[in-house]
């Protein structure tokens, strides 16, 4: 990897005007921000339309994108929605993403600039070169037509003709706007790297088009789901439920569903997070049914055969190992056979003793790291919250030695942007030393997730000229 820098933030987290990010010309801003600083990678979380409790990582479509993504001004300048439909969807705040106004009343205003939309011919020329995605809009509108409930239970096998129109119409329209954005970033010195969640929802477009690729029962349900085992952080571990792939049979049509989905990322960004990455040298089976995930046990994983065959599909895209949590000799070796950059995080640097592969001094250049992640606190969160013997230690490794904690960032962040690591990401809750409040996920935690947005005000405040400077000195950019 070349020596680099770049800033983690999901596009619902933009500012703007309509109750969550888009692909609009807030994303072009953002960009151009990036670009001031001297970063020169911007990393989001993954597009897919996300669950009931707004998480990407448990989507109905591994192929889909995100609707509330779509921007409404270039719908309004196209003349595909009105002043006065523009104006009614303003949102209330501009701190926090307006899900339940967003379930309410996005896709039907969607639905009418989709019949408004007249360019079928660039649609449907779309949908042909990606057929996995009009499975996708196949499948929520069906799951319309029959109700909402799983597709298990599903009696309709027709769709509501206008419902699978409003589908194509907002997943070709996310998909056209964002390739505009991700061109201007290319302009621009900067690479996007996507997130892949390894695992998909039981209640998904995947299972529903392709079951026999996965571990289920007669009745299409799981057999076993996934999750991880109880470790510090989490006494019963990690139910997420998701059904577990059938290995063996993907395995013998050499991955065809996953090369057909890395070639998709790969088309979407420069380079790709492959999440829970530990999870293809074994993964943890809990028998469907458990509550808690204490009562999984591990099974072999696809390993390097896995890995060779996304790497034909990817090429010299920068694939990204998330080698985070219990890392097993299994796994530690595939991430080294693999050759791909694992992860490092200096909130779990201080957890442990000296040999932790966390503290910076220990950093790989063939590694990406991170002060946090989306499943960590903040930075300054976890100051505060962390114990005053380990609050000692950070301050100590970084060379503070004051007393006021808000102090210490520029300390921190020179520690990071100092050490080995080829890429350095840092969130953007990070360049503003915000705290626990501004946190995007907790684990284990079903409300309150996924919902921080940033103020085009609070952009303003923060020090171009600072982080250009640490680019510079650092040598992880040319500003």
Request: glycine share 10%; with cysteine; proline share 5%.
């Amino acid at each position: 990897m070349k020596r680099a820098s770049g800033v983690l933030m999901h596009i619902s987290s933009l500012w703007g005007e309509f109750s969550c990010g888009s692909f609009g010309d807030e994303a072009l801003e953002w960009i151009d921000f990036l670009a001031d600083c001297g970063f020169s990678v911007w990393q989001v979380l993954p597009f897919c339309l996300p669950d009931a409790y707004h998480s990407p990582y448990k989507s109905f479509g591994a192929f889909s994108g995100n609707p509330f993504f779509v921007d409404l001004p270039a719908l309004y300048r196209e003349g595909l929605i009105t002043a006065g439909e523009l104006g009614a969807a303003a949102q209330q705040t501009p701190y926090r993403c307006e899900f339940d106004r967003l379930h309410r009343e996005r896709m039907e205003l969607l639905g009418r600039a989709a019949q408004r939309f007249g360019d079928d011919g660039a649609m449907d020329a779309f949908f042909a070169d990606h057929p996995q995605i009009e499975s996708f809009c196949r499948f929520m509108a069906l799951r319309a037509a029959n109700g909402y409930i799983p597709w298990t239970e599903w009696t309709v096998d027709e769709p509501d003709p206008t419902a699978l129109r409003t589908w194509r119409f907002a997943e070709y329209m996310c998909f056209t706007q964002w390739a505009k954005i991700k061109a201007h970033a290319n302009r621009r010195g900067i690479a996007v790297i996507g997130d892949v969640p390894i695992y998909v929802a039981h209640d998904s477009a995947d299972v529903w088009g392709a079951p026999e690729q996965f571990l289920l029962d007669e009745a299409h349900m799981p057999t076993d789901v996934a999750g991880v085992p109880p470790d510090y952080f989490c006494a019963d571990g990690q139910l997420w439920g998701n059904p577990l792939y059938d290995w063996a049979k993907m395995r013998a049509d050499g991955f065809a569903w996953w090369r057909e989905r890395m070639r998709w990322m790969t088309e979407c960004f420069d380079g790709v997070r492959i999440d829970h990455f530990r999870g293809l040298a074994s993964y943890y089976a809990i028998p469907a049914g458990e509550r808690t995930a204490r009562n999984g046990r591990w099974l072999e994983g696809p390993g390097m055969e896995f890995v060779r065959a996304m790497r034909e599909v990817c090429g010299d895209k920068l694939l990204i190992a998330e080698d985070l949590g219990d890392i097993t000799p299994d796994a530690a070796a595939l991430v080294r056979d693999s050759g791909l950059p694992g992860m490092r995080v200096l909130q779990f640097a201080f957890l442990g003793d000296q040999d932790t592969p966390h503290l910076p001094h220990h950093y790989p250049h063939n590694c990406v790291a991170y002060t946090g992640t989306h499943d960590n606190n903040t930075l300054l969160g976890y100051i505060w919250e962390m114990p005053e013997t380990d609050r000692c230690r950070l301050f100590a490794y970084c060379g503070y030695a004051g007393s006021d904690w808000d102090g210490s960032a520029d300390a921190i962040l020179r520690t990071m942007f100092a050490s080995h690591a080829g890429l350095l990401v840092l969130p953007v809750q990070d360049l503003l030393f915000y705290g626990s409040d501004t946190r995007f996920n907790t684990p284990g935690k079903s409300g309150g997730n996924w919902s921080y947005r940033l103020t085009r005000e609070q952009l303003s405040t923060i020090d171009r000229g600072k982080f250009r400077d640490f680019n510079r000195l650092y040598g992880r950019g040319s500003t």
